[in-house]
């Protein structure tokens, strides 16, 4: 069965078409985040326009790249929840107006177990029950997923999402938005042991707090490094740094040589560190030993890496989805979709 799926939860419009849950046979992506750039962060009302203009060609293209038309389609999947209401409400509009208008069945998807079905897409699997991770802009959530009708949540972020957290710590250091791609690069040029930066922890030890070291680089920050203009677009900037031959170093106020990648690396160091410890204590105190990581912190190299490291040590199986299925896309939607129909969702 062809599932055309539809997802708008953020600031991408987004519309695939899947077969049998597992096939991609296109998956178009529009993002407005070159307008959101501009603000350093994303404005709903901007990206609810966006998706408003973008739609209805996103969804022509997706068919024409799957060389398929809509009576070729035999179910709509929607991302319903949780998300931006205004975006939300341009892809549900959508969907429920092609579903009324052509007859085809339409299906609830939530976004944040989406991320996860990112796993089981082109040819990709694993076999249940495992633990998954989902690190977004949005959501760190622990699950144990017995299948896909039987999710239990484990834990959770008591505060900042983990790429929050990455997002408004680019932000403290000038490094722009989107943060995490941002802070990666920048830490392949740090030091990650040169600053003990420490996540929060938690009363319930599955749960996740990023809040706290988001702040602790913002005081490090304020301490370390000294600041000779008011803008922080100009505190990092490769080239100029480059070209005086310090090679993107600053020197401190009180005369400690430091850097913005060091304080970037050390904060990343530390964030996978929490993700990878919680993740593998949920998979020993459950005794799974099968990892599915989704949502678009996965792309971080150096998070995998680190996951790979320590999942061999205890005979974890780690599975991530390709990076360009990490970030949002509505072919896992349309998956996700596809399975829950199966299983009488
Ligand atoms: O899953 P996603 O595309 O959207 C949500 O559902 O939120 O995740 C977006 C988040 C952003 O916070 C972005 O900074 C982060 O994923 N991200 C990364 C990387 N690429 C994207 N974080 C760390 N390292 C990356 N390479
Ligand atoms: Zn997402």
Known sequence: MNVLGIETSCDETSVA?????????????????????LYGGVIPEIASRAQLE????????ALKNAKVRLK???????TTEPGLPGSLLVGVAFARAVSLACGIRLINVDHVLSHIYANFLDGAGVKIPF???????GHTNLYMVKSFADIKALGRSQDDACGEAFDKTAKILGLGYPGGPAIEKASLRGNAKSIKFKCCGTSNPLDFSFSGIKTAVLYYTNKHVSRTTNDPSTWFDFAHHRSLGVNGRRT???GIRTTICDIAASFQESVIGALVSKS?????????????????VACNERLREKFRLECR?????????????????????????????????
């Open 17 to 37: 078409v899947v077969k049998d849950g597992r096939k991609i046979l296109s998956c178009e992506v529009s993002s407005s985040l070159q307008i959101h750039k």
């Open 54 to 61: 973008t739609i209805s060609g996103v969804a022509g293209q």
């Open 72 to 78: 070729d389609i035999g179910l709509i999947a929607v």
């Open 131 to 137: 633990i998954a991770l989902v690190v977004s802009g």
């Open 252 to 254: 401190t106020n009180d």
């Open 280 to 296: 593998v204590l949920a998979c020993a105190s459950h005794k799974i030993k099968r990892l599915v990581i989704g949502g678009g």
């Open 313 to 345: 040590c205890r005979g974890i199986d780690v599975s991530f989805p390709a990076k360009s299925l990490c970030t949002d896309n509505a072919a896992m939607v349309a998956g996700l979709g596809y399975c829950l129909y199966k299983t009488g969702g």
